[in-house]
């Protein structure tokens, strides 16, 4: 039985701090306490670490593809990247194909993953809102995959009518509703009217999404829910009157939960006035946005309004993927890389305003885990968990820069960020698989998720 | 020169309240004053009464089609129970006939509208999105056509697309919307859910139509008005939650406007569980609610909220056009009969909430000509105004009964409703049409009103 | 019969617009109508001009004693500033004084106010919460005197037993409290800890009257009249979150109303970092805000939530008055002289924010008169009320100066600043007053206007 | 070193749910872990049981005098209900007395808690605002009190001055502030109008203290948190809007927190209707509320608006103390018994209502712990902690009755309520102080806690 001992961590969960050992076996926390009598192959010194329960991010996309047949980073670089940053388990959103089921797509998904450094689960992006769509519904709950994200824009939109049909049919099965809401129809006059008066730059992919397109969408899918039932997770807010709404929801016991990204919480729609094709880095959806918004997110995330802090990674290549629509905005790649900063900058801009380490290891680890129906195997240091723990350096300093990164991207939207504290090592079901910040572990190691429903 | 003199009445207009006579000539006000001295062929004493401006509903539909082919009653008896009931001018709503342009189908329906006892304009019900309705806007506007139905539930729905395009040309145009909000997917998937069931009952046309569907659209109808800038009037609100939005709306400078109907003020959803086809007296949408929303609107109607009072008639008859549909309930007519007894209505549970006179005059008649172009030709009493003029006595009493209306239809949903209050005489453009309650005008006297824009 | 007629006027009330000619007998209005056929001693052509209703400044402050025995600008001149300014009616704060009734106060302050120029009646400040004054409310409401100011702030607050008891005798009386709304206690300690600090100059007015004073005691005015249902006006609110609070409680059907004064939505707190002692021209109660309350304010101006427009005008004089407190910001006088330039500075500026006309008259004239009991005599253009009225020229400009203002004080807030309209014409109860923007009255000739309650 | 192992239980805490083992040295937790293998002297099997942190009831009253000198029950039999009940640790409100220091006070106060059968600290109920109390503050922190309340009403009530010169050294000190926040001076104006007509019965205790008396004085302790930055604990909020306010300053940034209580939860004001003196039984203040109050109340409890759920115990007996009164119900002493089944009833009503467990922890135990300096001592189970365990059967019924309660009262609030779920072992840093819901401790083995500031 492989064993290790980790001593003397501040160890953090969602609700505790309090300093001690964790003793690992095969993988697995098996025991927590102080002065832990054993015998262990192996012993880590965590005094003067934070020990976190290892990162969750729940919103990822890996090798996405674009207009002309490239595709952004996978698992071959960016799982790696992950692990690195702290995240030791990723949701990828498995984009179901043109004319294939769902489980054709995480058939052929499931081979690209067998790479992955890090243990990792699928959601279903459902484009295709037809029976066989819907009938293979169960079969997939069966497989692990519990939770579905439904487009309310771009051209993989859902009429309300499919949103109905699909949210009623996860309430009865326990899945969850991942909505990327934004109003489909209203950007698209927009984006025509912009192109057609030869608004083609960066700058009219946020004019023509505008905050009252995700605030009525928001609000649109928190009816959804209402009449429903389905517990319905509003990925990637960017807007404070959004943030607001589901709030309001919440307290009225509409099942809704609220998901919001580092960029929305740090980088602001200055990013679109930039000088030459600079401004395509940032051109993600939703936008970022005015910074009025701040004041609100932040609120949300301090206070509790916000469940999860995901990363929308997306590994695209400001050299190649980005220039794709340098004349027309509609062309250019949705999306930045993050997978790799998430865990770092939140702890970092937390602590500058004042968050608890615990709310922080709630909204990047436990929450994501106990949401998407990975708890208690992952997202807490507590027995019988998996041994995912970060060891943290609170003292030491970094910064962000595309040079340095794992990430593939040769960029990165946070370029000279400074970073108080760094991750020293991670393990992975109890291997180490980063050592003094570097990457130390092996392609492969990491695990299918089987998701429960909840 | 035709001139009559009104003596010693208790006028009232949307802000004042002061005792004096009113001189008319030629059908129009020619002077307010204490003991005017003037000769005049006609005069009327009006001690003792209220001389309201002429009522103005804003919101009618004469001779709708059912799916039988028959039609609900039309200008022939309904202009004159709108006269008797305190109404001289009615704004009917259009439909465009299918396949037809606008113009085609205002044309034919001004063929009907020439029996009209009272003055009338119309409102456009736009069922045709396509260019050709598109170009021709400009052309209703000369006609003196400013405003447009567009709805967001129904067969006749539009997109938000649509809806887009069309309230972007209205704000240009200098148009108003007027928006019927509700959900048309959630709304038909319910339906198709209830009858598929074997719910056929008309319970279930409001089962159908649960509130968050109304919330939803007005909501969306006002993101629709903040990003095109049109001056948009959310038709028959009958949520207190609607009616919040609509007013946070407007404190956000959006430029919304408010209508209810006293069947949402004064009737509540129990009225779905009559006995045998009962309810079907009833079936209107939106539907009547839950009792809990009496408080909020009627709050908007004393405080500001409500810019109208309108009554949505249909008159439609038990004995027949309601009996359609007594095996499904969405082939029940939507709609009940209201034009005669709005006035009345609004005017005696008013007073009983405390609501000031002038108040009254606003929501019922000046507010409704202000918003929709007729102001100040109609909706108040001043000079140069015409002389639509209600002349009421507060002290004489009133039961509501179907027996004894002027409206064609055979039933009331206001059936043995006592009212303080009646009216005594109405005169349209200085000629009495009402006297002593009794209709004693001329079918066709009634004059199309050709509207400005704001 | 004295009698005038003005021809050609485009009449602005609360409700309407029209244009027309009026007729003056006897100093009231006896008929306004089209092309009047009348032969009259006097006729002025009012062609171009806007004629308002003479405007009502509900909150003013004559003869303000200061720390030194000094008195702020009295009838003599100040009523003329006021007539030049727009305004016909005032209401000024009478102080009861120390150890004497109300009715002492009265009585020696109808003394000083027989020069004026307009007519005038008093709201009463209760300084000596006794059994006294108590007794002799009913006295002061025989006379005229229906509405009282009970401060929350300063020396002369009432406790809450104080207020509620006043205030439920108010109720019973009819009477209307116009309510001082800070926090006394927290203001005074703040006070305490600048000055022991040596803070003492002007910017130390406003940082120990942080808005959360306002805001609590407006809630707890709020509260007051929720308990007791007097009717309530909450003076001078400063901050969009007082404002907020009185439209919640006004939904709820609680019978508040909200006063704000030109100062509050013009200028900010900027005020307070001027050179040398210059701040002290803007040091009143509560203080110039933070510009982001102008927002809110405005909104609650244009939709609804603020219903009457004061001055709040104190004549101080920059080189005496404001001098006092050099030492000491305590000792400042707290005011600034508003009443010459209300009426224009809320014309031009509301103009510029899109203000209906009749809105504008609401504020600054019909709704001061419907509150404080004064309607239907004053307040509008009827038949029947007084010949107050205002001749607007739209086109002509002025730009205000303290070099040509009437007003006694040496200074004005709002020095150099342009105003699109002037006043060319006033008429008092039919007598004009101002002609061409110059005084040509008689002190003396204004009236005491008895009010009545409501 | 004495030891003991819990085997195969279901453990609690605030963020984590598990199965494992519990090894317990010298009174504290040394490991949690699966199957740990260890000798110890005891085990305990808890398989089929939740194991809870001890319950931590932050605000009881023990020994409260009454008009006649009679006090209600103490630590002799009330800290044993409390253990029986799943409480290991109490917060006693010490009242300062009557011209002595808090010293004094709290030094007379610990020879009577010297019998607690459970851990125990102090809260100061400061009585004497004056300058001594202020000096001797820090004093008290270094005795480990570090919580004060501050009356806003009855006759120990603060001015506003005074609490803000309190609050504001708190601050400096790191002290949290606990408001009674009701309105002093409108309910001592009421409660005179009451006696004087002759309304001297128990009802008119909840008609003197009206709904807006609370939210009032609330919305006031708001304010000078915000203006002080004092920790503030709004103390047993009985009205939704209460809540609401203190969520809506979270949100805003302001350091506030709720307390509620079962009573706020499960009772309502028709008990103030019951026959004879019985309604004596129900006099706490805040007095119980109409039920309209539930949805928002239980809404902050599931969703976080509430941190803290405590009893407000106060050991009256009805035959004797509730007596008093009978002729004024002034004299009726405020309180009822609750600290015996404050954590079973939250429990039950708690999963009826779908609270997750590890919310329920959050309130009854974790919260009180962090926010009152006792975490992680108290509070939660991790090494290191106390091991003041609770062992629940969560299949085991129960029937309140004051017949079998250990309460020292003759009656409780909640007589026949049917509990699902029962305590079974209760221990004590390690001790076993209740086993098979019967106390099997020893009076006096409760130690003081000296708490720490935040």
Known sequence: MKSMLIRNGHIVTASDQFKGDILIQDGKIAAIGRDLKVQTLETIDALGKYIFPGGIDAHIHMEVPCSDGSISAGYDTDSIAAAVGGTTTILDYVLQENGRSLEESVSRWSEKSK??????????????????????????????????????????????????????????????????AENKEIIATLQEQYVSQGNISPTYHAKSRPEPTEVEAINRAITLSELTGCITLIAHISTSRGLKLVQEAKDRGIPVLAETCPHYLLLSEDKYELEGHESAKYVLSPPLRNPDNFEGLWS??????????????????????????????????????????????????????????????????????????????????????DADLILFDPEAEQVITAKNQYQKSDYTPYEQTKIQGKIDTVLLRGERIVYQGKYVGTLGKGNYLKRTIQ
């Open 300 to 385: 949300g995330v301090l206070n509790g309004a916000v469940n999860i802090i995901a990363s929308d990674h997306n590994g695209f290549y400001y050299s190649t993927h980005k220039q794709l629509g340098k004349e027309d905005f509609r062309k250019i790649p949705n999306g930045a890389p993050g997978i790799e900063h998430r865990f770092s900058l939140i702890y970092h801009h937390g602590m500058k305003r004042g968050m608890e380490l615990s709310r922080f290891v709630e909204l990047v680890s436990t929450n994501p885990a106990k949401i998407f129906g990975l708890y208690p195997q992952k997202g807490t240091i507590a027995p019988g968990s």
């Open 115 to 180: 790479l992955s450094a890090i243990d990792y689960g699928f959601h279903l992006i459902i484009t295709q809102a037809n029976d066989r769509t819907f009938n293979e519904l169960n079969l997939l709950v069966e497989q692990g995959i519990t939770s579905f994200k439904l487009f309310m824009a771009n051209d993989i939109a859902m009429t309300d009518k499919e949103l109905f049909r699909f949210m009623s049919e996860f309430k009865i099965q326990g899945c969850t509703a991942c909505i990327h």
